[in-house]
Nanobody
Framework: QGQLVESGGGMMQAGDSLRLSCVASGFISSAYGMGWFRQAPGKEREFVAV????????YYAESVKGRFTISRDNAKKTVYLQMNSLKPEDTAVYYC??????????????????WGKGALVTVSS
């Protein structure tokens, strides 16, 4: 059984930086693409960022491009989301995801099929 466990959420102020981590276990290997999605209160889950199995290819939502950076450490089976210049509209539960080794940008979930339980990030103005 595969599992994704997020950590690093918290309460921040606008302009702050925060790094989320997600550790994969079980059958989820370094061959999997990994990503981050988020769901704000009262809204549907949305794509944030995704990275391919090697870390050589990344995709970002327009709303976070230039502020957020996704990276991975395959030896640790961990994916990170470095979030800079946080805004109140970044407030959401952030979900780690895993799936196709090469993300599929033409699909809604970019080829991601497994999800963690989420980490809450709250940004106040």
């Amino acid at each position: 059984q595969g599992q994704l466990v997020e950590s690093g959420g918290g309460m921040m102020q606008a302009g702050d930086s925060l790094r989320l981590s997600c550790v994969a276990s079980g059958f989820i290997s370094s061959a999997y693409g990994m990503g981050w999605f988020r769901q704000a209160p009262g809204k549907e889950r949305e794509f944030v960022a995704v990275i391919n199995w090697s870390g050589g290819s990344t995709y970002y939502a327009e709303s976070v491009k230039g502020r957020f950076t996704i990276s991975r450490d395959n030896a640790k089976k961990t994916v990170y989301l470095q979030m800079n210049s946080l805004k109140p509209e970044d407030t959401a539960v952030y979900y780690c995801a895993a799936g196709d080794g090469t993300p599929q940008p033409m699909t809604m979930n970019y080829g991601m099929r497994m999800w963690g339980k989420g980490a809450l990030v709250t940004v106040s103005s």
